[in-house]
């Protein structure tokens, strides 16, 4: 009954590589969510999708590219893995209503590239 | 910017005592959220304060307001050492951007 999942949960790459990272919510939310949470533990929002259309985009590498084929799934794909990309991303999701944006999230996917 | 300012960073107490952690943030919001983190999990959302209140409560936890100086604090007492963890509080902005800021985290240890 995992609410927001998210594969892999760890992830060890080489400079220059490519790779995805998924994620799925089973809570019927219509906002999904990335953010990348660094080695400080500072949590930054990268994007946001409401009903699969992109509402938010952070200043973030055009390397990352989300993609969100149904409400119930936004996808993190990275090209050209830099050293730097090593973070913590969390996948999340809400349900926009009036009485405030309470954000579930994934229990992340640990990126090491080396 | 950054929303979320905790202060301070780091806490240790021992268990039974009660622990506070601050957070600041710098433009008008709608509300206010805290939430805890810990070691190697996601984020759990704990309790939300709207601009218009003042105080909240929820088991354990103590939540205050104060919009005039843009602040917060979060109050666990009789704290266990199941509270160890990070507390992140999160504004959610006046322009409803649906955009939750999330400051830096305090990172609270309970002594047994």
């Known amino acids: 009954d995992t609410a927001v999942s998210q594969t892999p949960k760890y992830l060890v790459t080489q400079m220059g590589n490519d790779k995805s990272i998924k994620c799925e919510q089973n809570l019927g939310h219509d906002t999904m969510y990335w953010y990348k949470q660094d080695s400080k533990k500072f949590l930054k929002i990268m994007f946001s999708y409401n009903n699969k259309e992109l509402i938010i985009n952070e200043t973030v590498p055009n390397r990352f590219s989300p993609k969100s084929p149904d409400k119930a799934h936004l996808n993190l794909h990275i090209n050209s893995l830099e050293l730097g990309d090593s973070a913590v991303y969390f996948c999340?999701?809400?349900?926009?209503?009036?009485?405030?944006?309470?954000?579930?999230f994934g229990e992340g996917s640990w990126l090491t590239v080396v | 910017s950054q929303q979320g300012e905790e202060d301070p960073q780091a806490l240790s107490i021992q268990e039974g005592e009660n622990a506070t952690m601050n957070c600041s943030y710098k433009?008008?919001?709608?509300?206010l959220q805290w939430y805890r983190q810990n070691s190697g999990r996601g984020l759990v959302h704990l309790i939300l304060i709207r601009s218009n209140e003042r105080e909240k409560h929820s088991g354990r936890l103590r939540v205050t307001l104060d919009t005039s100086k843009k602040s917060s604090s979060l109050l666990i007492t009789a704290s266990r050492a199941a509270d160890t963890a990070s507390y992140f509080c999160?504004?959610?902005?006046?322009?409803?951007?649906?955009?939750?800021?999330f400051g830096k985290g305090n990172q609270v240890v309970v002594i047994p």
């Open positions: 999340a999701s809400s349900l926009l209503t009036g009485n405030g944006n309470t954000i579930y």
């Open positions: 999160a504004t959610d902005a006046w322009y409803g951007n649906n955009r939750l800021a």
């Open positions: 433009t008008s919001i709608n509300n």
